[in-house]
């Protein structure tokens, strides 16, 4: 079972940037649709970012502006750059994305472990 693998996460003044990596944990053909959630202590898994084929890109309100979700097909990896970031964006983040195996082979699903982002003066 391929997994996504997360790295980047770390500790930021508010105000700073975080750009958090993802790739899957095995060789694989291609990335479909992409996404990023976080949990922040006490609270539910929210989404925060996806990306669709590379066609549509959404937001959750209040990272828009500041996080930009993006891939580097050549290498399968995903990016989330995070700038300006607030104390409210601790959490632990989470990367989530289809992929193809092999060319034409049914498409499947891998989350990570996650990666945690500390905002915090």
């Known amino acids: 079972q391929v997994q996504a693998v997360e790295s980047g996460g770390g500790s930021v003044q508010p105000g700073g940037s975080l750009r958090l990596s993802c790739r899957a944990s095995?060789?694989?053909?291609?990335?479909?649709?992409m996404a990023w959630y976080r949990q922040a202590p006490g609270k539910q898994r929210e989404w925060v970012a996806s990306?669709?084929?590379?066609?549509?890109?959404n937001y959750a309100s209040s990272v828009k502006g500041r996080f930009t979700i993006s891939r580097d097909s050549a290498t399968n990896t995903v990016y989330l750059q995070m700038n300006n970031l607030k104390p409210d964006d601790t959490a632990v983040y989470y990367c989530?994305?289809?992929?193809?195996?092999?060319?034409?082979?049914?498409?499947?699903?891998?989350w990570g472990q996650g990666t945690q982002v500390t905002v915090s003066s």
């Open positions: 989530s994305f289809s992929y193809r195996r092999r060319a034409g082979s049914r498409l499947a699903d891998a």
């Open positions: 095995e060789s694989i053909f291609s990335i479909n649709t």
């Open positions: 990306n669709n084929s590379g066609t549509s890109t």
